[in-house]
């Protein structure tokens, strides 16, 4: 049944509700809706005006919270009640954050009872998780949207960083059902802010659109393609840990040398930190249109110049261009072949981070919209397709890194490769090793390398209760099923008895900070090696079930087998188990080679001389 509630600033009776698009930020949050009149795009705003919601919560005496701006000032009155960079830890654990502790002014602990072993956070007693602190800020929006609407908002659109894996989008997910939030979708972030400039939408051209987006905490580049109003990502790359941030700290250290102030005087964690954090935020903002900033702190002059903080930031600025290099490189795509650079998030004001992306990819950038709420009015946008309102726009996102599962001697076995297209389902058969085997152990993988163990375990299962059989006969389906949120639901059925389970990726915590991006370079410069070790232990798995296979042959029908093809056969296993001990996949595959003919004679004839039986009734 339809809600109805009348909006008191229009008069009008509205029969649906809205859905509203949330850029749920590291730095920023805001809510945005499609203007039922103008049918645009609009980021709401508070009484003051302001649309961006400081992603800060601060927590008073009595639990009394507060959010947003009027919880800024407590950065620096009472910072361990003060939470900020909340998205950072989200599917976190304390081991992913404890080399970035230093740069929190609260309490993060890990709870080793928690099977999770997700970071908390401690304010006084209390210990909250950055699913319920992501979940208030929210609520902050959802009561901003219902108050500037007037009717009940309990629909949304949420927004991440493409690199964001399933823990983290789940994490999210769960944020906005805490807040009294139906998440009918979780987008990524740059495809958000493509839709927000609306390039391609409704026409028949083909564009192929790059958009860097780097905020106060994240970093991401993706690469589209949109054709006739389909958004078709070819490539993702980014950093989780690449931001405004890392700016801001870079001219905290210059302003301590300033001051005569060491890491350790300085004690991290008091106010005068996070004066100094702020105060370097404020010149960096100014320096986007002035050359120098100039104050005094303490009694005590301080500055920087627009060419020094140019300087200090200049690894960062690279690190960003390195991502677009990638990124274009798994596009498939030259550079003459983009036909537009959109810029996002507020670190792109800097003209230093514009005039790189502008000579990195030799073309003039797009930065007309306001980097702070494209992502917002993109996930409006996407809100107002999903409630129905517009049909011509379909949206495909790709998965950033390949999903599979362990197989024989711990290889990874990819069911669904890097940069495909979501959501997507695939499916592969499997077997037994050994007879009268009654369970499976599935685990499933996510990463770019050879061998699991150099991958990312998202989860593990045992498929049990199946009828004992043997060795290759069953035959266990495994599907994977990533859903559009980019969240995978792993389901395994041994086909002849129909014994099936399904799960859900279990949340564990997520990647280390540098890894997300370490993992695909490493990907590159382990190619080699890799190729090499997954040819040695697939040519040592094949050996050893010729050697089982071959024994237990020998073990049934020892009957019909001559002494002589016995004991040829016995040196034959012999020399491939040396062979195996040796680590050489070619001397591996001659040996099994060799096995195999001497086998294949006598094999031969004892098959038919059980098919002969068999047919006349005896027992084999
Ligand atoms: P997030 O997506 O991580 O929430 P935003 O897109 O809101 O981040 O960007 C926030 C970052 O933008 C902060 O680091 C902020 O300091 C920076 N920023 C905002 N305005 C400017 C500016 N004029 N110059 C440089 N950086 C800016
Ligand atoms: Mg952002």
Do not use: W
Request: net charge negative.
């Amino acid at each position: 049944m339809a809600k109805i509630s009348i909006n008191i600033a229009t008069g009008t009776i509205q029969k649906e509700e809205i859905i509203v698009g949330i850029d749920l930020g590291t730095t920023n949050s805001l809510v945005a809706i499609i203007h039922p009149g103008t049918k645009l795009p609009i980021a709401l705003t508070d009484v003051d005006g302001t649309t961006l919601v400081p992603s800060i919560l601060h927590f008073g005496d009595n639990k009394q919270i507060t959010v947003g701006n009027t919880a800024r000032p407590f950065l620096e009155t009472d910072p361990s009640n003060t939470i900020y960079s909340v998205k950072r830890l989200m599917g976190k654990s304390y081991k992913d954050v404890s080399t970035n502790n230093a740069f929190y002014s609260y309490k993060i602990i890990d709870d080793e009872s928690a099977n999770e072993k997700l970071v908390k956070i401690q304010i006084g007693s209390t210990f909250y998780s950055p699913t319920e602190l992501s979940s208030l800020i929210l609520k902050e929006l959802k009561h901003r949207a219902e108050h500037v609407l007037k009717m009940n908002i309990s629909k949304c659109v949420i927004t991440v960083p493409a690199y964001f894996n399933d823990t983290q989008r789940q994490a999210t997910r769960d944020a906005g059902k805490l807040a009294g939030l139906e998440v009918l979708r979780i987008i990524n972030e740059p495809t958000a802010a493509s839709l927000a400039y609306g390039i391609g939408v409704r026409s028949d051209e083909t564009k192929n659109v790059v958009v860097y987006d780097l905020g106060g905490g994240t970093f991401d580049v993706s690469i589209l393609k949109i054709t006739d109003g389909i958004f078709d990502v070819l490539s993702t790359h980014g950093d989780t840990y690449l931001g405004g941030d890392d700016f801001d700290h870079c001219i905290v250290q210059h302003f301590m040398q300033q001051l005569g102030l060491h890491a350790e005087d300085l004690k991290l964690h008091t106010a005068m930190a996070q004066s100094i954090r702020l105060l370097a935020e404020d010149a960096k903002k100014q320096l986007t249109t002035q050359d120098i900033f100039e104050t005094v702190f303490e009694d005590k002059s301080i500055s920087i110049s627009k060419i020094g903080f140019e300087k200090l930031i200049e690894p960062f600025v690279q690190k960003t261009i390195q991502a677009c290099a990638q990124a274009l490189k798994d596009s498939g795509l030259q550079k003459n072949e983009i036909d537009v650079v959109l810029m996002v998030g507020g670190s792109t004001r800097v003209p230093l981070v514009k005039q790189q992306v502008k000579n990195f990819f030799e073309k003039e950038i797009n930065d007309t919209l306001n980097p702070d709420e494209v992502v917002a009015l993109g996930a409006a946008i996407q809100a107002d397709i999903l409630a129905g309102n517009t049909s011509d726009v379909l949206l495909l996102d790709v998965t950033p890194l390949s999903l599979g599962i362990e197989t024989m001697g711990g290889l990874m076995d990819v069911l669904i490769p890097r940069n495909t297209k979501i959501p997507s389902k695939a499916g592969r058969q499997y077997t037994t090793q050994k007879d009268g085997q009654s369970g499976i152990q599935i685990a499933v993988y996510q990463g770019e390398r050879d061998l699991v163990k150099d991958n990312r375990k998202l989860a593990a299962f045992t498929l049990s209760g199946i009828p004992a059989m043997p060795a290759g006969l069953p035959k266990v389906d495994i599907q994977f099923i990533l859903n559009a949120d980019g969240i995978l639901q792993v389901k395994a059925t041994e086909l002849r008895s129909g014994v099936a389970q399904t799960i859900d990726i279990q949340p564990q915590y997520g990647l280390t900070d540098e890894e997300v991006e370490t993992r695909l370079l490493a990907s590159l410069t382990h190619a080699k090696e890799d190729i090499q070790i997954r040819a040695l232990v697939e040519a040592k798995t094949e050996a050893e079930q010729m050697i089982q296979l071959t024994q237990n042959f020998l073990n049934k029908h020892q009957q019909h087998i001559s002494t002589e093809e016995q004991s040829a056969t016995q040196e034959g296993i012999v020399a491939l188990e040396l062979a195996i001990t040796e680590k050489d996949k070619n001397k591996i595959m001659l040996a099994t080679e060799q096995l195999n003919h001497i086998t294949s004679p006598f094999a031969e004839r004892v098959m038919d001389i059980a098919v002969a039986s068999a047919l006349n009734g005896k027992a084999v």
